[in-house]
T-cell receptor, first 113, second 115 residues
């Protein structure tokens, strides 16, 4: 049973470009979560989605960031007009239910030039 | 405010000795508590959870944790450390009320096990 798959593993963008991060949850998991890990810091919650619905986006910056989890296909975290401060590791997790353990992918490391 | 604290940035133990990684939380209501481990350039791996029931929880790779409600703590323990246990450990909490799956993480504790 494949784990949570994130791609790309590494992404380099120049300031002002768009970054798209993809996450395929574990089979049978309909709950997806995105977290951001800045250097030397713990993970910070960004958004929680359940198939086609955003349940909690309290950790998402109000501008430039958006997330979706369509009926078909992976969840996408989209960052428009990237800035240097967006450089971080972005982790996706999935779970079979909201009270069940979240299983994490290996992350996408975003670098902004 | 809801928060999780891991008071030690690093814990050093000798192989074969018992280890403890500390975690405390502040909460209003009942918490769900988790421990995860992270190896370099990898995602977090789930170790164990406390939802309800026995205060002593057993998890993967010989780890266990004890929930102490009066001290609001959930320390991670292992009776005999291995060099391969060296990694970054995160405590996390979410609250049982509400519909959010949001996990709040501590800052992490680096465990170094020396041969």
């Amino acid at each position: 049973n494949a784990g949570v798959m994130q791609n790309p593993r590494h992404l380099v963008r120049r300031r002002g470009q768009e970054a798209r991060l993809r996450c395929s949850p574990m089979k049978g998991h309909s709950h997806v979560y995105w977290y951001r890990q800045l250097p030397e810091e713990g993970l910070k919650f960004m958004v929680y989605l359940q198939k086609e619905n955003i349940i909690d986006e309290s950790g998402m910056p109000k501008e430039r960031f958006s997330a979706e989890f369509p009926k078909e296909g992976p969840s996408i975290l989209r960052i428009q007009q990237v800035v240097r401060g967006d450089s971080a590791a972005y982790f996706c997790a999935s779970s079979v239910g909201v009270n069940q353990p979240q299983h994490f992918g290996d992350g996408t490391r975003l670098s902004i030039l | 405010a809801q928060s999780v604290a891991q008071p030690e940035d690093q814990v050093n133990v000798a192989e074969g000795n018992p280890l403890t990684v500390k975690c405390t939380y502040s909460v209003s209501g009942n918490p769900y508590l988790f421990w995860y481990v992270q190896y370099p350039n990898r995602g977090l791996q789930f170790l164990l959870k406390y939802i309800t029931g026995d205060n002593l929880v057993k998890g993967s790779y010989g780890f266990e944790a004890e929930f102490n409600k009066s001290q609001t703590s959930f320390h991670l323990k292992k009776p005999s450390a291995l060099v391969s246990d060296s990694a970054l450990y995160f405590c996390a909490v979410r609250w049982s009320s509400g519909n959010t799956g949001k996990l709040i993480f501590g800052q992490g504790t680096t465990l170094q096990v020396k041969p």
